[in-house]
């Protein structure tokens, strides 16, 4: 077990609607309660909203992803592809406001993923990946060149 864990800071428009969305839809255990933000457990990870709807991006930006139309300024998970599909069909039933559907990307390299992005209705997006091997987030695709 690592003795490290991310943290991660972010606005939100509305902290009812973060509870909902990180609390409820995905089941993060909710920490700390102080006024004007919320801390989750966010799959093993500290993440803290903070309420400053003049600080939220939205959907403003640049979009990446070719034809996927995931904002440049999102953060996420990346999970086994078993995890992956328990999140993706309960975001499903709960009725989640879909960025990109799930799907297969790079598909045929080392980095072939389960890739999916939503909003949480708070003015984020969120991206879920999912791999047979996790650590393979890090492989180098067979085209690239490895310099050493």
Not at 41 to 60: K, M, S, T
Not at 85 to 113: C, D, F, M, Y
Request: net charge neutral.
């Amino acid at each position: 077990m690592s003795s490290t864990l991310f943290h991660f800071s972010f606005a939100v428009n509305d902290l009812d609607r973060a509870r909902k969305f990180y609390g409820e839809m995905l089941q993060c255990p909710e920490g700390r309660k102080l006024k004007g933000r919320v801390d989750f457990n966010f799959f093993g990870h500290h993440i803290v909203a903070h309420l400053a709807p003049d600080e939220v991006v939205g959907d403003q930006g640049r979009k990446i992803g070719g034809a996927l139309a995931t904002p440049l300024r999102h953060f996420g998970v990346v999970m086994t592809l078993e995890d992956f599909q328990k999140a993706s069909s309960r975001l499903e039933q709960l009725g989640a406001h879909w960025i990109n559907k799930p799907g297969v990307t790079q598909k045929g390299t080392v980095r072939e993923q389960m890739l999916m992005t939503v909003s949480d209705d708070c003015g984020n997006a969120i991206e879920f990946k999912g791999l047979s091997n996790i650590a393979d987030v890090y492989a180098v695709r067979e085209t690239e060149a490895v310099s050493a």
